[in-house]
């Protein structure tokens, strides 16, 4: 398995942009799907984005299709999540997510590895 660790969350006015890291730790990154996932306050955790191993597929929720953009650097260990145009219902906290082998469209607990999470907050 491997451990991850989310950053780059923050707070930012609507229209505002926000880049979240997540690093890996361990073997084999580049064989796992990698997913960013959200939940709001009183909301159920949903899927936002993945992207394939070992890279170039990605899945996107259609509220965010356009205005985010998922990518990794296997190299680094690292996937991102780039957030643009932001709207105050992309409020919450933001974990990422690694499905070994995995196309990462599966149910949450398919995934081997969670994050701590990342609180992103979007003012109107």
């Known amino acids: 398995q491997v451990q991850l660790a989310e950053s780059g969350g923050g707070s930012v006015q609507a229209g505002g942009s926000l880049r979240l890291s997540c690093v890996a730790s361990?073997?084999?990154?580049?064989?796992?799907?990698m997913g960013w996932f959200r939940q709001a306050p009183g909301k159920d955790r949903e899927r936002v984005a993945v992207?394939?191993?070992?890279?170039?597929?990605?899945y996107y929720r259609d509220s965010v299709k356009g205005r985010f953009a998922i990518s990794r650097d296997n190299a680094r260990n690292t996937v991102y999540l780039q957030m643009n145009s932001l709207k105050p219902e992309d409020t919450a906290v933001y974990y990422c997510?690694?499905?070994?082998?995995?196309?990462?469209?599966?149910?949450?607990?398919?995934?081997?590895?969670w994050g701590q999470g990342t609180q992103v907050t979007v003012s109107s």
């Open positions: 361990g073997r084999s990154f580049a064989s796992y799907a």
């Open positions: 992207i394939g191993w070992p890279g170039g597929t990605t």
């Open positions: 997510a690694a499905d070994y082998l995995g196309n990462g469209l599966g149910e949450a607990h398919d995934y081997d590895s």
